[in-house]
């Protein structure tokens, strides 16, 4: 036998070796380690996965895709795609690169095994762009309320999230340990409400040229440095804080904000006694506010 002959059979050895492989990989059980790794006990997002595929290069296939975060909200993206670095790949820190279309636009990220535990992982770097949100509609202690905007943003991890251990002994990503700083602009904003306190002073709606937000990522909250935004009625400046709580929907409120003086719509309202008796000069200093309680069953008072 020649050479040649050695490297044919051999090359029809692995090609045969590679299509078994990919024609047997069992998708459902692999869907459903990977939906057991990421939904920790403690998590306030809930994943879904219906099956698990190997692409090419390094790369795994995720199908029928979908996140729980609570208050009939599921976010279903197209397809997911996880794929390892290579230049990773003989480090005991392995980087996985994730890329996904979700609702016209893309979210990308890039998150670091830590240490040889592929159960335990951190987040790095996280993006989203042009994705549109479609008139979703919620419940909340102030009444019904439909959203529609786009939205982009970044996130990046300043340090390694911390892990703790599950009853197998196996370590687990702590889902509120992230530490971090990213940006966001909502633009197109546009929401409608019903049976709320704003129907009363004839705003059934609220919209917004654009909105800005800066945020930190703390141990089991959110900071929000500074969140503006601004429309052809109200102008709007935001900050506080949101500490996370299981179910979602438990998440405490501590904000304070500012209906702007400049805004429009509080021009109806300047020369009112009874308003001047209540929040003061709001030509000059806008009208100050606060929000507090549960994301589910938030609280506005001024």
Request: proline letters at 4%; aromatic letters at 10%; hydrophobic letters at 40%.
């Amino acid at each position: 036998m020649t050479l040649k002959s050695i490297w044919l059979y051999l090359l029809v050895f692995i090609a045969a070796f590679v299509l078994f492989s990919f024609v047997s990989f069992p998708a459902q059980k692999a869907g459903r380690y990977v939906e057991e790794i990421l939904n920790d006990g403690d998590a306030f997002v809930r994943f879904s996965i219906g099956s698990v595929r190997p692409g090419l290069p390094f790369k795994l296939k995720f199908a029928d895709v979908a996140l729980e975060t609570g208050n009939g909200l599921n976010i279903v993206p197209d397809g997911v795609d996880a794929s390892v670095s290579p230049l990773s790949l003989f480090n005991s820190q392995k980087e996985i690169h994730i890329k996904s279309n979700i609702y016209g636009g893309q979210v990308t990220g890039v998150f670091q095994t830590l240490g040889s535990d592929l159960n335990a992982f951190s987040c790095q770097d996280l993006s989203w762009s042009k994705i549109y949100v479609d008139r979703y509609q919620y419940q909340t202690g102030l009444g019904t309320v439909t959203l529609s905007c786009d939205i982009q943003g970044e996130f990046h991890s300043d340090s390694p999230e911390s892990t703790n251990t599950d009853k197998k002994g196996r370590s687990r990503k702590k889902t509120n340990g992230v530490t971090g700083n990213g940006t966001a602009q909502v633009l197109n904003f546009h929401s409608e409400m019903k049976e709320t306190w704003l129907n009363l002073i004839s705003l059934s709606q609220v919209d917004f040229d654009q909105i800005g937000i800066e945020f930190k990522s703390l141990p089991g909250k959110v900071e929000l440095i500074r969140c503006t935004a601004r429309g052809p009625l109200i102008n709007v400046s935001l900050k506080g804080d949101l500490t996370f709580a299981v179910p979602i929907e438990q998440t405490q409120l501590s904000l304070k904000g500012k209906i702007l003086a400049d805004s429009p719509y509080l021009a109806k309202f300047a020369n009112r006694a009874e308003v001047k008796s209540m929040a003061g000069n709001i030509s000059k200093n806008g009208i100050s506010f606060y929000i507090k309680g549960t994301l589910g069953t938030p609280k506005i008072g001024i």
